[in-house]
């Protein structure tokens, strides 16, 4: 074999895993970009549906597409492109914060367009009729360095059927009463599932969310770690993740 030949080998087997990377990179940016994107949790304004260290992938095609759906943002156009479904009520989204779009939100849906929403002594009302609630065993923090004091958990479900857990951490809470909130036309009412624990469109850092700000939909877990640990800890992994929380679904 001459010189010549085994560098030009070389050279072609260099330019061949050039091309494969950037190949994968532009799957990766479509799938990204159209299809699903992952975000973490870093707070627990959704306990217990999401734990502070969990990974999950939102889908960006379930409600169609807006500028958010897009890397940077970039202010192609308005609205939203047709082809998906609207929001209904308990989906878990991802959305763009209204007052500063820079800040991605995870919140349930609970109040669709023309909805009047209201807490009374910390039962939800949707248009006047209290959802129905259900008192579940009690919430208990297991992780370590944290208190296992038990927290009230309620079984709710909405006028649609849908049904998740709620968690209730003090009788006669901050937003437990509130005023009656009338959504707007194409707007949605977001709430987290911790109640007394959560910044949600009850107050005005939120407020409603324009259908036009929402990324997508929660979909599955496929990581988590438990709080305080680092994902890409690798050698921490046989007791840093939550093994059973590994692709679970988000209801």
Do not use: C
Request: hydrophobic share 40%; glycine share 8%; net charge positive.
């Amino acid at each position: 074999m001459s010189v010549t030949s085994g560098t030009k080998r070389k050279e072609g087997g260099v330019a061949e895993t050039v091309r494969v990377i950037i190949h994968a990179l532009i799957i990766a940016l479509v799938i990204r970009t159209f299809l699903f994107q992952p975000f973490n949790i870093p707070s627990g304004s959704m306990k217990a549906t999401l734990l502070v260290g969990d990974y999950l992938f939102v889908s960006k095609y379930t409600y169609g597409y807006s500028k958010y759906s897009l890397p940077l943002s970039p202010p192609l156009f308005s609205g939203r492109l047709p082809g998906g479904w609207l929001p209904e009520r308990g989906d878990v989204v991802v959305f763009r914060l209204p007052k500063d779009p820079s800040t991605d939100y995870i919140k349930r849906v609970i109040g669709l367009p023309g909805d009047k929403i209201q807490v009374v002594d910390g039962v939800l009302n949707i248009n006047g009729v209290p959802v129905k609630r259900e008192r579940a065993p009690d919430f208990i923090e297991t992780e370590e360095g944290t208190r296992d004091a038990p927290v009230k958990r309620w079984k709710e479900t909405l006028p649609n059927g849908v049904s998740y857990y709620s968690l209730d951490l003090v009788d006669n809470g901050f937003a437990d009463n509130t005023q009656v909130y009338t959504v707007p036309a194409g707007h949605y009412f977001m709430m987290g599932d911790n109640r007394d624990n959560s910044t949600d469109s009850r107050f005005s850092q939120v407020g409603m969310v324009p259908f036009e700000n929402i990324v997508g939909k929660a979909q599955i877990i496929f990581f988590s770690v438990f709080e305080g640990e680092r994902a890409w800890q690798f050698w921490r992994w046989p007791v840093s993740v939550r093994w059973s929380r590994l692709f679970t679904i988000v209801r």
